[in-house]
């Protein structure tokens, strides 16, 4: 049976800190490995990652796959408040349509 | 450019009724995902439609089943309720032969059971 962990599962920081969030699978046939911010109701995508050892940045935020280790890490520096919200990784197969997700990673950030 | 929609934001039903729930995809998308996403948890696949079929299901009992539009919009729908139905379900759109995990994900139907 597939399985995405995530850890921690919830965290709390203050602005200006940065933090790391990871996400281990066991995937039959993996072929990518996602990441969506959820605030409030609907995630949005930020990443999604397919080779080991790209790092992928968007502004603040930077995410990297270990295909070796089975793991991903999601980085964000210079925390804010808005970056307050349950970080979800999810991962596709190569034989399949489903996104497999982990339970998420719920950050608040504090002033 | 009009995002997913879902309709109803919240719904209350007793055990045992039925519900439908609907979704309009983002403009263009053509590929509609069902996901149910209990509290605390992360979401888990229903089942995803592609030109009006369910081409593929999750682990999900009979009693959930879905239908897609030729306008490519969808419905899920879920009879004899149970307490353990409580859930957020989301609907997420995508357009097939492009990396279809991106998906866009609408805000979610409220769904209590009591």
């Known amino acids: 049976e597939d399985k995405v962990v995530q850890s921690p599962l919830s965290l709390v920081v203050h602005e200006g800190d940065t933090v790391t969030l990871n996400c281990s699978y066991e995937?039959?046939?993996?072929?990518?490995l996602l990441w969506y911010k959820q605030e409030k109701k609907a995630p949005t995508f930020l990443f999604m990652l397919?080779?080991?050892?790209i790092e992928k940045k968007s502004g603040r935020l930077s995410s990297i796959l270990d295909k070796k280790e089975l793991s991903s890490i999601l980085n964000i520096t210079a925390t804010q408040t808005g970056d307050s919200a349950i970080y979800l990784c999810?991962?596709?197969?190569?034989?399949?349509?489903?996104?497999?997700f982990g339970k998420g990673t719920s950050l608040l950030v504090t002033p | 450019d009009a995002g997913v929609t879902q309709s109803p934001t919240h719904l209350i039903k007793t055990r045992g009724q039925q519900v439908t729930l609907r979704c309009s995809p983002k403009?263009?998308?053509?590929?509609v995902s069902w996901y149910q996403q209990a509290l605390g948890q992360g979401p888990q696949f229903i089942f995803q439609?592609?030109?009006?079929?369910?081409?593929q299901r999750g682990n999900f009992p009979d009693r959930f089943s879905g239908h897609q539009f030729p306008n490519y919009s969808s419905e899920l729908n879920v009879n004899a309720l149970l307490l353990g139905d409580s859930a957020l379900y989301l609907c997420?759109?995508?357009?097939?032969?492009?990396?279809?995990?991106?998906?866009?994900f609408g805000s979610g139907t409220q769904l209590s059971v009591l």
């Open positions: 397919t080779s080991s050892g």
């Open positions: 995937v039959t046939n993996f072929r990518s």
């Open positions: 439609y592609y030109e009006e079929e369910e081409r």
């Open positions: 997420a759109s995508s357009l097939q032969g492009t990396p279809n995990e991106k998906l866009f």
């Open positions: 999810a991962v596709g197969r190569r034989s399949g349509y489903a996104l497999n």
């Open positions: 403009s263009g998308h053509d590929t």
